[in-house]
């Protein structure tokens, strides 16, 4: 995308302005539901209080709960998320917060590189949400801490309902012929934050089968201020060959604190797989995986055959087995030219001021300011956090113009052994748990 920034110097003299009348007004960082201080426990969900705790049920039977809060620099944080499919006695405990950590925005030509959540005032651009924005859900209002005193509250987070198509499909050759199917529901919580020409979509999404996706989409509108023929790098948009985008990156960071079953001791597993070559005409490949315990803060690279999950350290599902959640990173395209975008995931001890990957101004003076400086290898993990980073390198098209469509990226994490059976398994099938031969 061009330079998405309307003008930096009338930008930070909007925020000096806002600064300003907000310290008149007396107003602070920790005002309404945003403490702008980290916490180093989240708030129980039934202790958020009703303005900011969040529960649905889904029509497949499963709820989720959580509480919610708005940072000064981060925006949208969700804390104490739980996860109760149909037939669990009691909700299973899966973050205690999840939150965005960074949008790191370097250009092509090397004139502009930003750090949207830290450094541009990202909080302060929440949008108003129109109804049609929200279909079929509830828009809330958000005090926005050091925001506009004149515009303080924004009707700006959604939480609705959505289908999401196929959840399952089988048919019962083995027995009755009977068809089972179901459509997938997903509750979805997001906001819209305005930096410069762009508008981010956050998007949390909650799927009654257990997985959670974390999604940004970048929209808005293409910079015409700052179409530039001369740098060699651009696109060439409308007629001839006359303007041209300067392309760039987007590299989002999300920062995932674990609680499984209540605890942070979690632990994190890599999963490595090696295909060998055939053995003959009658034998094919085989494939072994192997899995390694990481133990101290690490700094890893997605790979083919590689994966991760994040163990819960005291729960067990009714089989028996361990709860966990895999990681899944979605399609992404590595930033070489800083240290802290350079692997794919972070994983660090718990330290609450740690809280953006890039220009962290949260912690004291001297202490590193990008997660790659400190998933350093030499610390021991007993409260893990993971940073999960997917990059996107946007060189502006046509159709990119006006408005711009969404383009998203991010990543999920699915439950692996949270539930002894597959948590939409409907009634008729449940006995099939296991090794299992046809009824008669």
Known sequence: MPEHRISRTRRRAAA??????????????AAGPAAAQPRAAAPAA???????????KLTSGTTWRMCWRYDSMAGLVLERITYQPKGEPKPVKVLNSARLA??????????????????????????????GECPGGTIKTVKVPDGDPAHPN?????????????????????????LYQAQGKDFLVYTVNQVGWYEYITEWRFQDDGTLGMNVGATGSLSWDDYNARDGRGWPLG???KDYATSHSHNVFWRLDFGLDGSSASKIEQYDSAVSPPAGRQEGPTTRTTRT??????AGDHKNYRWWRVVSATGRNKDGHARSYEIVPGPSTEYAGRS????????????KCELFASNNPRCGQGHPTSVDKWADGRTALTHPVVWMNIGFHHIARDEDQ????????GFAIAPRDVTAMNPLTPRDLAWQNGHWKPRS
């Open 239 to 241: 007629k001839g060959a």
């Open 102 to 131: 960074q949008i790191h925005v370097p250009y092509d030509d090397g004139s502009h590189e930003y750090d949207d959540l830290t450094g541009e005032n990202f909080a302060q651009g929440l949008m108003d949400l129109a109804p």
């Open 293 to 298: 315990e990481v133990t101290r803060e690490l």
């Open 46 to 56: 039934a202790d958020c209080g009703a303005a900011h705790r969040i529960e649905q």
């Open 340 to 351: 802290f975008t350079r692997h794919d995931l972070y994983v660090t001890q718990y330290d």
């Open 154 to 178: 924004v009707k700006g987070l959604c939480t609705t309902t959505r289908s999401r198509g196929h959840a399952y499909r089988m048919q019962d050759v083995l027995s009755t012929n009977k």
């Open 402 to 409: 006006q408005p711009m469509p969404v383009h998203w990226q």
């Open 16 to 29: 000096a302005g806002l600064a300003a009348a907000a310290l008149a007004a007396g107003a602070t960082t």
